[in-house]
């Protein structure tokens, strides 16, 4: 399969690394100081893009794969504002885009896990809720988008709490998210349900970016070839 990398940082290097240890070819690398390569026969020629950067360039970079008629799975997050447009794009002109907040296979475990959990915890209402997400001093969005797709799985389940907040809960009906960013932290999150009398804690640990990085690989694999909006319970059916 013949794969574009658009952002060449730390996970678009393991990214490269891992798609090469499994057969794929590299036929085009985007980043800051290449920008008009999106136009280039090489890129066009792609099966699929893998799109790691920022949240402020992130939709551009999708709306430029789809023009180039490229499909595309992006692992940025901080920008799903935008999904409803890219949506009607996507049904509109027949894209194709694969977007997870986390590609990694033991989040999307840990996530199908919390809701299941969420779900029990639904008939205590003694014990509260809150999360706690720490990554890397470079990750710009927070909370994660990780920690806001197990909100929302927590959210779906659990009637007493109808939001999320940054950091201080301040009414009953809201979960606190506190975001930390220290050292090299690839990602952390833990769901603490409290009560007077215990608590129950489920965390998630990544120790490196090699699982973020398989999965984001594994997902190029499963889109190529197919269209519309994708994403990790398309891929593992959770």
Not at 113 to 140: D, R, S
Not at 195 to 203: A, L, N, Q, Y
Not at 232 to 238: C, G, K, R, T, W
């Amino acid at each position: 399969m013949k794969i574009a990398l658009i952002g060449y940082g730390k996970m678009g290097k393991t990214i490269e690394r891992i798609a090469l240890g499994r057969g794929h070819k590299i036929v085009s690398v985007i980043d800051v100081d290449n920008l008009d390569d999106f136009d280039s026969e090489a890129f066009k020629s792609a099966d699929v893009a893998i799109e790691f950067t920022v949240p402020q360039v992130a939709v551009s970079n999708i709306k430029r794969a789809f023009k180039s008629n490229v499909p595309i799975v992006c692992g940025t997050t901080g920008w799903t504002e935008a999904l409803p447009e890219l949506k009607k794009i996507i049904e509109t002109e027949g894209k194709t885009l694969f977007w997870s907040s986390n590609f990694s296979l033991g989040v999307n475990i840990f996530m199908a896990v919390n809701k299941y959990l969420a779900g029990i915890m639904n008939q205590f209402p003694n014990y509260n809720v809150e999360m706690t997400e720490v990554h890397h001093t470079q990750k710009l969005d927070a909370p994660s988008g990780t920690a806001i797709t197990l909100a929302e799985g927590i959210l779906e389940k659990l009637d007493r709490k109808d939001s999320w907040t940054k950091e201080i809960e301040t009414k009953p009906n809201e979960m606190a998210i506190k975001s930390i960013r220290e050292g090299q932290v690839p990602g952390i999150h833990t769901i603490r349900y409290e009560s007077e009398v215990d608590s129950i804690e489920i965390t998630h640990d990544a120790k490196s970016r090699e699982g973020f990085a398989l999965g984001a690989v594994v997902a190029a694999e499963f889109t190529a070839g197919k269209k519309g909006l994708l994403g990790m319970n398309d891929l593992f059916n959770f």
